[in-house]
């Protein structure tokens, strides 16, 4: 017998992703990461781990984002000593994003702005030095070598396609009688002809699969309709003299944008006089890290580089440092500014949102999942004004999704993935979705595939043979 058990990113929740693995003899999490969005969902970060985490063996890490990472800090403070299984750039994308996240968190707790239960919390959960602990069990290892791990198990990294150095996993565990099984944890699929980074492996067979569902009852908009889309909000910021701000996560998004937009200066198809403010150091850090790695570039960004371009810079373009630079941009015409957080929920793009939003002339351009609860889903859903900062801030700008540059599998993407699987796996059980999401995922599995599917609530356990 096998015990799943899903500690996160289940029952509609789409963060929080910790997925508890135990044979008797060997225990393991996939992903650690912190809860996010509404105020009930990160409640949940306060609460004690209902594992011990001084018996893992290990972490297997799919990728850096907060929402898989998040909660590692807390785990090595309770006494986890195993080790965390990644690639190189998950490591070094983890490192960067803990950093930030403890620094933002303490802010947060520094002036009162953190309550549990409705109560003023007065101490950070974690510090830095519960971050330079984690990255001490850090051990990487290159995707597709199957490695024999310990207690009979075996993993193989494949590629998720979602972010650099993101990985679905490959487990093999015997069961408490000794029978080999065969596990299959996607992490956050991206989505096939993503910029810069790979498309995801497909896999061809497994016992149990845990699927994610982010988008799983959506499709996005077609890439080329993107790009049009794209291309027509920046002729209207040259003739009107008008703003763009895009909401830019630092991990992925910010280096997918800048490549585009790199292609389209290059190529001489938008006015040569709009100005590009990168304003965000961590997004500037993140880029320098996927310069580290271009050993996990797909082959169209590979050519460019042999080329001679160098694809996350072109005339135009500035990185803001300082705060004080950030908030001159309150002046600018003609441009665009790319700032973090990607959901509004902190940042430099709050002020940007406070001077660009009252105006119709302006845009804001979403390129990435906006989480229920967040600043960015409220301007995502029509709200006509919003709270920044304790102003009321009417929202005119035009507000644009752009799917396209989505990290995450849609619908037909993830149907896609699952097909490669054929009738192999006995359960599949769909996790990171919202209700809607995971519903319309499950149909469409239990209908065209005929595959058995489970949807976890928070807590859940299975017992497997
Ligand atoms: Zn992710």
Redesign the pocket.
């Known amino acids: 017998m096998i015990r799943l058990k899903f500690f996160g990113a289940a029952g509609g929740i789409v963060t929080g992703s910790c997925h508890y693995i135990d044979n008797g003899s060997f225990r393991a999490l996939v992903d650690c990461g912190i809860f996010q969005g509404e105020r009930k969902n990160e409640d949940l970060n306060w609460e004690p781990f209902k594992f011990d985490p001084r018996k893992l063996d290990v972490v297997f890490l799919t990728?850096a984002?907060l929402?898989?990472t998040g909660r590692l800090p807390l785990l090595v403070k309770n006494g986890f000593r195993g080790q965390i299984i990644a690639t190189d750039a998950t490591r070094d994308l983890t490192y960067l994003i803990l950093q930030d996240a403890t620094k933002l968190h303490k802010e947060a707790v520094e002036h009162g702005r953190v309550r549990v239960g409705g109560r003023v919390i007065d101490t950070p959960l974690w510090d830095y030095s519960d971050v330079e602990a984690v990255m001490r069990r850090f051990r990487v290892y290159e995707y597709g070598e199957r490695i024999q791990f310990k207690k009979g198990v075996e993993f193989r990294m494949r590629e998720a396609g979602?972010?650099l150095g993101s990985v679905s996993f490959e487990l093999w565990i015997p069961t408490s009688s000794g029978r080999l099984r065969k596990f299959v944890f996607s992490g956050?699929l991206g989505q096939t002809g993503a910029r810069i980074i790979r498309d995801p492996d497909f896999i061809r067979e497994a016992d149990y699969v845990i699927v994610e569902s982010t988008y799983g009852g959506r499709y996005h908009k077609d890439k080329s309709s993107t790009i049009l889309e794209f291309l027509s909000i920046l002729d209207d910021v040259a003739r009107d003299r008008s703003v763009a701000v895009i909401p830019t996560f630092a991990v992925e998004r910010a280096q997918e944008i800048l490549y585009e937009l790199n292609l389209m200066v290059e190529k001489q198809v938008i006015d040569p006089g709009i100005r590009f403010y990168l304003d965000s150091p961590m997004a500037r850090k993140a880029t320098l890290i996927f310069e580290k790695y271009r050993k996990y570039y797909d082959e169209d960004a590979m050519d460019l580089i042999r080329e001679g371009d160098d694809i996350f810079r072109f005339k135009g373009l500035e990185f803001v440092e300082t705060g004080r630079e950030s908030k001159r941009l309150a002046n600018v015409r003609k441009a665009v500014i790319m700032a973090g957080s990607g959901m509004c929920t902190g940042g430099r793009v709050k002020h940007h949102l406070i001077n660009f939003l009252p105006d119709p002339k302006n845009h804001v351009v979403f390129v990435g999942y906006q989480v229920k609860g967040t600043l960015g889903r409220r301007i995502v859903d029509g709200a006509k004004k919003v709270r920044i900062y304790g102003k009321t801030v009417p929202v005119r700008a035009q507000i644009h999704t752009l799917g396209g540059f989505s990290?995450h599998a849609d619908q037909g993407d993830l149907m896609y993935w699952l097909r490669n699987f054929g009738h192999s796996p006995r359960e599949v059980f769909i996790v990171h979705g919202d209700n809607d999401n995971r519903l319309a995922l499950d149909i469409r599995i239990r209908n065209e595939l005929q595959l058995s599917t489970n949807l976890p609530e928070l807590f859940e356990e299975y017992e497997l043979d």
């Open positions: 990728h984002h929402d898989h979602h972010i956050d990290a």
